[in-house]
């Protein structure tokens, strides 16, 4: 991954400016660097490129045992009655020790 390393060293001093010298609220901080990243990035997008991203694998596995069209097994498909048996037993659990605890 190669990035632009000054632009980005710029964003991140005027914000450790803006907090420790200004004393800005941090969400303001992180809200303007943000757009300021995004606005930046429309106008002059070479300063955000990178040339990171997946290359193509030249390896064939063969077909997955597991895909898109295999079924799900039973023991993993959604049963609102095993739902409602696992919160009892949590609440329970959590419960429990809660009722002894002193007044």
Do not use: C
Request: proline share 5%; net charge positive; hydrophobic share 50%.
């Amino acid at each position: 991954m190669q990035y632009n390393y000054k632009s980005l060293w710029l964003i991140a001093a005027i914000a450790f400016f803006a907090i420790f010298v200004l004393n800005l609220p941090f969400p303001l901080i992180v809200l303007t660097a943000g757009l300021t990243g995004y606005f930046t990035s429309k106008k002059y997008p070479e300063l955000f490129s990178s040339n990171a991203g997946h290359k193509k694998s030249q390896k064939d596995y063969g077909i997955a045992l597991i895909d898109d069209d295999t079924l799900t097994p039973d023991h993993a498909k959604f049963r609102g009655l095993h739902l409602v048996k696992i919160l009892i037993i949590a609440a329970l659990l959590w419960f429990i020790p809660v009722l002894g605890l002193d007044r």
